[in-house]
């Protein structure tokens, strides 16, 4: 596409979100191209708080499947729509609710802490949900109690650290994080011997005790910004840099390994001007999982920043 055809198709996008009264959410991870027409881009858990309090009729949620989905649950009266529909996240699908319902039946006593990176019918099943955000402030929430953390075992052995609180961890992961190891780590600092190491709880756990920051997507830019460092190696999904860069032109950010989400990528601005003009592919909730779900995210929504 050149820059002409860039710029009408952004033309249109602007036109189409007034005549629709939408508001685009988009994540760190979208395209740089996407992230630059959103009016608002975040973490999972600001992106879920926007979609909670919109005063929009449409949401165009570029992000992946239970994004679009948590925000249809908070806000059944909007349209929402994601532009790539077939943007899934391979760790929400480690998790069913049927299994979920198996794992509960043997500790009937647990409650379970759902990482929003979940379907809407494991919502429904869970007692309260988090983001790697508020992931440590949720399990405090529920204090004494016994918990099943589903579906990531890396953030949940990192809550369990921070909490020091036992927590029973589901055998999911996310693959793009996952795949990173603690021998990456060390060559970066072998290579960037200035840089701080910065990664997503979603790495391994050998991974997040070697880093000099673990936090969510957001956190990792709040730290970036705010550090004294000029270098930074960056252990999350690329499209971070995007605003990483825009924050701190000055600072040098370099990646621990080639960490790319294929999902997060199938959104392009094509897709969006689409969205906005058909109001298609709409993400719905049946309304008796919406109703079951709804309060694991309310809940979570209520904790105490
Ligand atoms: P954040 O909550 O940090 O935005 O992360 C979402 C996600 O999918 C990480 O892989
Ligand atoms: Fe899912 Fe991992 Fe992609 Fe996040 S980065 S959406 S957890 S596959």
Known sequence: ??????????????????????????????????????????????????????????????GVHFMAESAAILSPDKTVVLPAPDAGCPMADMVDAQSLRE???????????????????????SDICCTSSNAEKVVNSLPGEDILFVPDQNLGEYVAE??????????????????????????????????????????????????????????????AESSPAEEFVIGTECGILHELQKRCP???????????????????LKKVRDSLLNLEPKITVPKEIREKAIGALEKMLAVKK
């Open 162 to 223: 921070k909490t020091g609180r036992e927590i029973k961890v589901w055998p999911g992961f996310c693959p793009t994080h996952h795949r990173i190891t603690k021998d990456d780590v060390l060559k970066s600092r072998e290579q960037y011997p200035q840089a701080k190491v910065l990664v997503h709880p979603e790495c391994r756990v050998e991974v997040w005790q070697q880093a000099d920051f673990v936090g969510s997507t957001a956190g990792i830019i709040k730290y």
């Open 1 to 62: 596409m050149n820059d002409l055809e860039r710029n009408q198709l952004i033309q249109e996008i602007n036109d189409l979100r007034k005549q629709r009264k939408a508001v685009i959410l988009a994540h760190y991870y979208q395209p740089g191209e996407v992230q630059d027409i959103a009016d608002f881009v975040g973490d999972s858990l600001q992106l879920a708080q926007q979609a909670a309090a919109t005063e929009a009729e449409v949401i165009v949620f570029c």
């Open 103 to 125: 794992e509960k039946a043997k500790f009937p006593t647990y409650k379970v802490v759902c990482y929003v990176n979940s379907s809407a019918e494991v919502k429904a099943e």
């Open 250 to 268: 000055d600072k040098k950010f370099y990646m621990l390994t080639n960490m790319v989400c294929p999902n997060m990528k199938k959104t392009d």
